[in-house]
């Protein structure tokens, strides 16, 4: 009997540390070894942040929430002016080409490109799977084609930003301390997000940083700046 | 005895847990989606619209999307004749992917693949499917089976904490997998009622009820001769069964058209036509010999382009080169030249089997002409060495 309430013990204790894994923020910027701090006022361009907000029910179903992401945009949107507006930049909302559907598709490939190369930097950089012949460097790049932002947005740099919210349902709180009393554990929201700084001359990724925060919320002013100063922390404008 | 109260206490907490967990709206609890509505923003219907609009605006700038105005305007205009006052909601892309498919997302997005325009005889068949997939949008079926998946994740997640607290997690599995397959038959519940949609649509537009059962007879045929070896997800979730066909026969049966029922043959042809080869093409790269001969057999039926179809029934026999493939392959190209509208590539086609089978003057007759009529083919120096090698 009390091997079996030692066992009993250790299952819970199991299952609670599950809930509670990581409570801590992960930020690790990345830049081009050729970076220096540009001496003049730059001139970047915010292209249309990529969030979305996401309800994790009890079974583990993802929700995608319309309320709380139309909120998130309109609260990260601030808070990146804000931080930008601190330091030596100037930042310009992007603005699609109207009127011209072959110049639109130009920017719309580009736009799916940086989304590409992104998911490529988080897959091959920052994750296990490492391209040999990176050999740790962070040469990245969109390659010339993006002057064609750079003439219809006049900016120097694009600042792309991809934020991934899921907050855990009270169902699925419910569920999550439950379980941990049975032993098993239960993974409940986390706040993901990517930043990266796009030199308009060369297509180079001069900057990524990436963001991972199981107690983010972007659904208020607040904490959405807090996010959005964490992510742009060492942004070197 | 405490244990078993104990484990009482437990199921309790999970039944409240799931109870609570379910939200707004059961399965079935849907109304019909009317002209011009738009879910509101703090529903979860929203949400779907908000992760499938992600969807469409990639799928606008796809390479995949075929962008030929007169095709794209056919279609919707087809839609907008079944659909009514749906009509502004639904946005068509035409998919050049070989597969047979329409699909509709919750917001309206529809998509049309190729591999449906190669397989429909005509605009009636068209009309059939589109309206199916129409019917798909107006009963909400994406939300209706989001719903379902959710209630039943949660309930999955119930059993499988239960089994775990009894200490048979096995058990665990075989009801995940229960639930898995009622959360299918629930789909195919939704495909039933969208068939009946289609129906109602094309008859109330016109068309002739005769027409809807034979598209899915020719998908029928074709999934024989694959011996039901092609992995489709499409066959998976819309089974071209004997009883559907049957259901359709059925109710075409019982259907007295209001006037002149109609197939739209020719409007479909002349929208379609001149993308057939293309199509044709991409149904040749999936290798499956058994299914594309169908696709040939009632392309030559129908008699349109016999010239084009000629040469892809020779290039069927080329490819797959079973035993007297290549004597069938000769004979199909020379009645697609005799028909005096065979596409350029079949002279070259018809040198490549005759140099195969080692009769040079004929080969070299075929090349000289392929390089008569394409004089600035991409390929005419590899000809040009056929030739020399040929002397």
Redesign the interface.
Known sequence: MDDRRRWCIRLIATGLAGILVSGCVQTTASRTEVWQRIPTTARVVLMTPDIELSELTAGGVLEPKADWTERAKIHVVEALSGVIGAKNANLVPYRAPENDPAREHEHNQLIKLHDTVGRSVLVHHYGQLKLPNKDGKFDWTLGTDVRVLREDVEADYALFVFMRDTYASAGRKAAMVGLAIIGVGLPGGVQFGFASLVDLKTGDLVWFNRLVDPQGDLRDPGPARSAVTKLLADLPL | MRRAAGFVR?LL??TL??G??TPRGAPGAVTDLKPGER?A????E??????VT?VET?L??SGHVVADPALNTYVQGVVCRLAGPHCDDIRVYIVQTPHFNATMAPNGMLQVWTGLLLRADNEAQLAYVLGHEIGHYQRRHTLQA?RD??A??????FFA?LT??AGVGYVGSLVQLAVLSSVFAFSRDNEREADEVGFELMVRAGYDPQEAAKIWEGLLAERKAMKDSDPSIFFATHPPTDERVATLKALAAKTVPAGEPELGRERFLAATLPFRAVMLRDEMRLRRAAATQLVIDRLLASGAGPGEIQFFQGELYRIRGDTGDDAKAIRAYETAVASGAAPPETSRSLGLVLMKTKENVRARAAFARYLELQPNAQDREMIREYLRRLD
């Open positions: 437990l907490a999970f847990l799931v609570c967990a879910p923003l703090d529903s979860d929203a949400g779907l619209w908000m992760a992600r990639s606008k700038t989001f998946v959710r039943k994740a949660n309930a999955t997640l904490a775990a607290a």
